[in-house]
Structures are given as C-alpha cells and as structure tokens.
C-alpha cells in the first residue's frame, strides 16, 4: 500500500553524493584562490597544499561511494580510481612540470590544464555512470575544455587563471549538485 505523500520517507537533498560534490567545490575554491595568490611561496609548496586538499576530497569520496552496491559498485570502483588517477597524477605533473624541461610548456597554462584534467575525470565519469547524470556530465566537461580553451587564446585570462579555473570548476561541481 502506498504512503500518502505527506508521511512517505523524503530523501534528504543534502545526500552524502551532494556533499561530496559539495566538499569539492570547497576543495577547488581554496585550491585555486590558493594557487592563484601563494605562486611565490614555490611549485612544491603549492603542490603539497593541492596533495593535503586531493587527500582530502578523495578520502571522502571514498567514504561515501557505495562501493559494495551491487549493482553501482563496480561503476562507483572505475569512478574512483579514474579520479584518483587524475588528482594525484595531475599534482606529479604539475610539480614535474617545474623542474623537468620537456615539461616546462605546460608551466604558463596550469590553469588550463587542470581544466582539461578535471574535464577528462567528467568525461570518463558520464561514460561509466548510466545514470540520468550522464548528461549533466558531458556539460561540464564541455564547460571545462572551452574554459581551458579560454585561457589559453584570450590574453587576459592568463593572469588570473587560477581564479578562473577555480570558479568554473566550482560551478561544474555546483551543476552537480543542483542534479544528483
């Protein structure tokens, strides 16, 4: 027998999904504003504050993906590790791209970069998720590549890059969680 509305269970819209997009938001913010105005303290030291904050919105992640799900957990493992990859794999590029020349052409457009890194981990997470996020996934990642588009051929956004990257990687994430 169904529920009458006014009694049957409400999910609440703060689900640990929505929290987590919501950590990263926080994540990409501090990490960016961070980026943006700490560039003289150093690559290693800026690299080290992204790994404490990658640690931090991973770990979550991986508290609340519901790995065991039988029928989700399989997609939410590829998920994970994809993300995993991009995170940690990114902060190694990063850093090497300072102190390994073939790398050094990347230097000037680590914002950009990081647009594209985050755009493939949308990509790759709209591929392994059927659900109906597919879609709102394939906006964001269009949203990150043409930002990281942005920076690199309009001159202006050179300089506040960081910034830049780190409100429209915010907003993807906030796109997500106005649709999980």
């Known amino acids: 027998m169904n529920q009458p509305l ?10 640990p999904i929505r929290r987590m997009f919501a950590l990263w938001v926080v994540v990409l913010l501090i990490g960016f504003y961070g980026t943006q105005y700490g560039q003289d303290k150093g ?23 519901p790995f065991s799900d039988p029928v989700y957990g399989p997609p939410n493992k590829k998920i994970f590790w994809a993300w995993f990859a991009i995170v ?24 950009a970069l990081w647009l594209f890194l985050m755009a493939l981990g949308h990509a790759i997470t709209g591929l392994v998720d059927k659900k109906s996020l597919a879609n709102v996934y394939a906006a964001t990642t269009v949203l990150q590549v043409l930002a990281g588009l942005f920076i690199i051929f309009v001159p202006m956004l050179m300089g506040p890059q960081f910034l830049f990257a780190g409100v429209v990687s915010a907003l993807a994430m906030v796109l997500l969680i106005a649709f999980a």
């Open 6 to 15: 006014d009694t049957a269970p409400v999910e609440s819209f703060w689900n």
């Open 43 to 65: 690559p290693t030291t800026t690299n080290v504050i992204w790994l404490v904050l990658g640690l931090l919105g991973v770990g979550y992640m991986k508290k609340v993906m």
């Open 88 to 111: 940690f794999g990114g902060i190694a590029l990063t850093q090497a791209s300072f102190y390994y020349q073939p790398l050094t052409m990347f230097v000037p457009y680590l914002g």
